[in-house]
Every structure is written in structure tokens, then in C-alpha cells.
């Protein structure tokens, strides 16, 4: 309304825009996305309740041992991360394991945001082919590619993520330890849970094989090969649904695995933890598309064009540009889905047309728009950063210097590095 109000003045029209502009890029986000935010929620709830996202943590932690706590935590959540449990749910699975591995390493506490960070926010959540996390996935819908969209350029951005990330906590660490800095004295307020008890990693491994192999299956020879005609009586094409499609048949495979072999450890609270799991996925799908719609909005304003042409004339390489948007919108907006979501909205188009005159596909648009929407979006006031310190008990002062160089400035350099790889030919 305020955006509508200043740039329309006495001209505006508030209930037309909100119904028919709003509304629409509102309801089209949670057309193309509620699936996905709801076979993801009901996925990592079965990985919770059953005790299986506890075991694979457990089962990382002990076969690294105490000194590589560190490295124990990052592979922790990533391995999580990449099999579809959302970055929240991580946060809590993990956090004991984090507190009893640094506690024991003598390690001090303030490095555990940053290890969560790099773990959950970064390689495995933009960059590595094939992830199911809503900021690989939301790309698919605009550029008409899959979840393994560049797959060259996204190994390269996780191995530069994770080697980098590693590298400076690692520096970070051996700064303490001269110091004489250990754990420190801390009311955790978390006991650690029964390790007897815990199922095998078995299940939850093949859990996560189906998903990237389901997924790649159905994106890459299925669909491409599959009679699409019946599609015409909904003007839409295969190109851009089959990438959604493919990671929620994934999931739903995965899910049902799960179900299945875990039934008698859920059985008796699996209505409710489905609900459960129903209303987790509600919040997070609203807000993002609360700014899908404004995004709508803003595209049909007049000041959208001159924020549109200042942006691109700063590089006729549309990748700079993505760049440049997609960190500028996450950071507004404290979300990598829901910046990535309004800048995609407003100008995938423009990025498709710029790419296709220099030979830039929409695959490697897809790539570099995912890696920059983890950059801006993880400011001191972003939700997962928030939650993710004060679960620690660790204060912004204290622990977010090291999230900061994880999660804002490596995925950045990484976003430009990426750019600048596929400008000089490599784009695969």
C-alpha cells in the first residue's frame, strides 16, 4: 500500500492492486510451491519423531571422533541438509550433539553458529545439484530447468563453500586454543538424548539415495522423454513444471520408505505428528509468498523500471546483474526463498533475454541465482539466525561474526566466482 501509495499518489488503486496483482503472484507461489514446502515439512518430521535424524548425526560424530568436532558438526548438517530436513529442524537435531562434541574437544562454544552455518545455510542449500531445499527448487519454475541444473558450476561452488567455511573456522579454532580460550562455563539447558536407543542409519541413507536418485531419474530421462501433449490444455509446458515435479515425487518416495520402515517407532503419534508437520510447512510457504506478491506489485509500478534499468546497466552480463538483485531482495526481505522468490518474479524474463544474447543458458542462471540468494539473506535479523543463536545461547557479539563470513561473505565471492567461470565459457 505505502509502495503503491508514493509512487501512484492520488491515482492509486489500492483494491484493485491488492486483489488483482497482489493476490495473484500470492496465490500463483503457493500454486507452484505448497507442495514442495509441505512434502519437505512432513519429510523432516518423520526424520525427528522417529529418531533417525539423531542417529545420522550420532553416527557422523563417532566416526570422525572428538577432535574433528568441527568437521563432525558441518557434515552433520549437511548430510541433513541435502536430504531434504529443513535448515530449522537441523538447527535443533544437531545443537546437542554440537554442545557434547565441542564441550569434549574443549572447543569454544561461540564457533558452533558459524559450524551450523556453513553446514546447513550454504553448499547444501544453494549450490549442490540435486538438493530438494526451496532455494534450489524455486529457480526451476522461472528458468524451466531441474534441481540439478548446472552440475560443474554447482560441485565447484560447494567445494569452494565448504573448503573456505572450513578453513576459517578451522583458523578460528587454533586462534582459541593459543589463547588458552576452551568451552567455557555455560548453562546449555539441553541433555543429551539417549544414544542406546537410536535406530540404524540404514533407512535414513537410502531415504536420502532415493531422493537424488528418483529426482535425477525423473528429471533427466523420464520427463524429457515423456508425452507432454495433455499439458496444452493447460498452457503450460513440461520444461516448466517436470523440475518440481520430479524433487515432490522424490520426496513422496522417500517419505513413504520412511513411513514404512520406521511405522512402529511413529505409530502412535503419526496422525498428529503429520499435522504436525501440515502446520509446519503453513508459516514459512505464507511469508514467502507475502513477498512473491509485493514483488508482483512492484513490477507494475513505474519506479520497477528505473530500478530495473539501474541494475542492468551496471554489466550487460545478466549473471552480475542476478547477482546484484538476488542479494539486494534477500537482504530486504531476511529470506533466501522469499528474496529469491520476488526478484525471480520480477525478472527472470529480463535475465533469460540478456543470457540467450551472450549464450548464457537458463541452467547457469538457475545456479547462480540459487547461490546468491544464501548470501545477503543470512543478516544479523534473518529468522534462521536468530533462531539458530539463541538455541546456542550464544549472542550476536559472541557468534555471529563467524555465521557472517560463512553464510554472507564466502557464498558471495562464491556467487562471483561462479559468474565469472561460466562468462569465460565454462557453463555446464
Known amino acids: 500500500m505505502v509502495a503503491l501509495v508514493f509512487s501512484s499518489g492520488a491515482d492509486a488503486h489500492l483494491m484493485a492492486t491488492y486483489t488483482e496483482t497482489y493476490m495473484i503472484g500470492f496465490a500463483n507461489y503457493a500454486k507452484s510451491y505448497f507442495p514442495l514446502y509441505l512434502f519437505g515439512a512432513v519429510f523432516a518430521k518423520i526424520m525427528e519423531v522417529s529418531g533417525y535424524a539423531d542417529a545420522v548425526a550420532q553416527a557422523i560424530a563417532k566416526r570422525l571422533g572428538k577432535d574433528k568436532a568441527i568437521l563432525s558438526v558441518v557434515l552433520c548438517c549437511a548430510l541433513l541438509t541435502y536430504g531434504g530436513v529443513s535448515l530449522f529442524v537441523v538447527t535443533f537435531v544437531v545443537l546437542p550433539i554440537a554442545i557434547s562434541l565441542f564441550r569434549q574437544a574443549d572447543i ?6 558459524g559450524s551450523i552455518a556453513l553446514g546447513a545455510f550454504t553448499f547444501t542449500m544453494t549450490a549442490l545439484p540435486g538438493s530438494p531445499q ?4 524455486i529457480p526451476m519454475t522461472y528458468f524451466g530447468t531441474d534441481a540439478f541444473a548446472a552440475p560443474v558450476l554447482g560441485i565447484i561452488a560447494s567445494v569452494i563453500m565448504f573448503a573456505s567455511g572450513m578453513l576459517w573456522l578451522s583458523k578460528r579454532e587454533q586462534a582459541a586454543r593459543r589463547k588458552g580460550e576452551g568451552y567455557g562455563n555455560h548453562e546449555d539447558g539441553i541433555e543429551q538424548k539417549d544414544q542406546t536407543n537410536l535406530p ?3 533407512h535414513p541413507i537410502i ?3 532415493l531422493i537424488v536418485g528418483v529426482n535425477l531419474y525423473f ?3 523420464y520427463y524429457p522423454n515423456a508425452d507432454s501433449a495433455y499439458l496444452e490444455s493447460f498452457n503450460t509446458k513440461i520444461s516448466s513444471v517436470s523440475g518440481n515435479w520430479s524433487v515432490l515425487i522424490a520426496l513422496l518416495v522417500a517419505i513413504v520408505y520412511l513411513a514404512i520402515v520406521s511405522f512402529p517407532r511413529i505409530r502412535a503419534s503419526f496422525k498428529g505428528d503429520l499435522k504436525q508437520a501440515a502446520s509446519n510447512s503453513l508459516m514459512p510457504l505464507v511469508n514467502s509468498c507475502a513477498v512473491v506478491g509485493f514483488g508482483s506489485v512492484i513490477k507494475g509500478l513505474a519506479i520497477f ?3 530495473q534499468s539501474f541494475i542492468l546497466s551496471i554489466s550487460a552480463n545478466p549473471l552480475v546483474s542476478e547477482i546484484l538483485a538476488v542479494n539486494l531482495l534477500c537482504g530486504l526481505t531476511a ?3 522469499r528474496g529469491l522468490g520476488a526478484t525471480l518474479e520480477a525478472l527472470a524474463p529480463t535475465f533469460l533475454e540478456a543470457g540467450a544474447k551472450i549464450g548464457i543458458g537458463p541452467e547457469v542462471l538457475h545456479r547462480v541465482a540459487s547461490i546468491s540468494s544464501g548470501g545477503l539473506d543470512s543478516l544479523p535479523h534473518n529468522g534462521a539466525t536468530v533462531t539458530t543463536l539463541s538455541l546456542c545461547k550464544i549472542s550476536h557479539s559472541e557468534g555471529y561474526l563467524d555465521m557472517f563470513i560463512c553464510s554472507v561473505v564466502i557464498p558471495i565471492c562464491t556467487a562471483i566466482i561462479i559468474a565469472l567461470l561460466a562468462s569465460i565459457g565454462l557453463r555446464f
Not at 108 to 113: E, G, W, Y
Not at 134 to 137: A, E, G, M, S
Request: glycine share 0%; proline share 8%.
Open 305 to 307: 523500471s528505473i530500478i
Open 207 to 209: 531415504a536420502f539415495i
Open 108 to 113: 569454544p562454544k561461540r564457533l558452533i553458529p
Open 200 to 202: 540404524s542409519i540404514v
Open 219 to 221: 528429471s533427466k530421462v
Open 134 to 137: 526451496v532455494q534450489n527448487t
Open 335 to 337: 529470506s533466501a526463498s
